[in-house]
């Protein structure tokens, strides 16, 4: 079974950084798309960025281009999502996904099998 385990939220002034970690067991996670969702308080679930399993291709949103990157180290089995110049609208639980590669889009909740169980960021001076 496909587990996936958030770890690296907090608490976090305006401007800071934090660095989300997305473990997995029972499987080997380089061969899976891995996105990243947050999900803030009364609003829908949406795609923060993205990794894919056959070429390590990445995507972001764009309201976090050129602070936010994703990475994959396989010897850990863990993606990550380092987070810079972190701002208020930045608040949510993020939550990592996985899903056997299929081409399709990325930034869809709907789309992906295998979620972790979310890890809480807020951005707060």
């Known amino acids: 079974q496909v587990q996936l385990v958030e770890s690296g939220g907090g608490l976090v002034q305006p401007g800071g950084s934090l660095r989300l970690s997305c473990a997995a067991s029972?499987?080997?996670?380089?061969?899976?798309?891995i996105g990243w969702f947050r999900q803030a308080p009364g609003k829908l679930r949406d795609g923060v960025s993205y990794?894919?399993?056959?070429?390590?291709?990445?995507r972001y949103t764009d309201s976090v281009k050129g602070r936010f990157t994703i990475s994959r180290d396989n010897a850990k089995n863990t993606v990550y999502l380092q987070m810079s110049g972190l701002k208020p609208e930045d608040t949510a639980v993020y939550y990592c996904a996985a899903r056997v590669p299929n081409g399709r889009l990325w930034h869809r909740p709907d789309e992906f099998d295998y979620w972790g169980q979310g890890t809480q960021v807020t951005v707060s001076s």
């Open positions: 029972e499987f080997t996670l380089d061969y899976y798309d």
């Open positions: 990794i894919s399993g056959n070429d390590a291709n990445t």
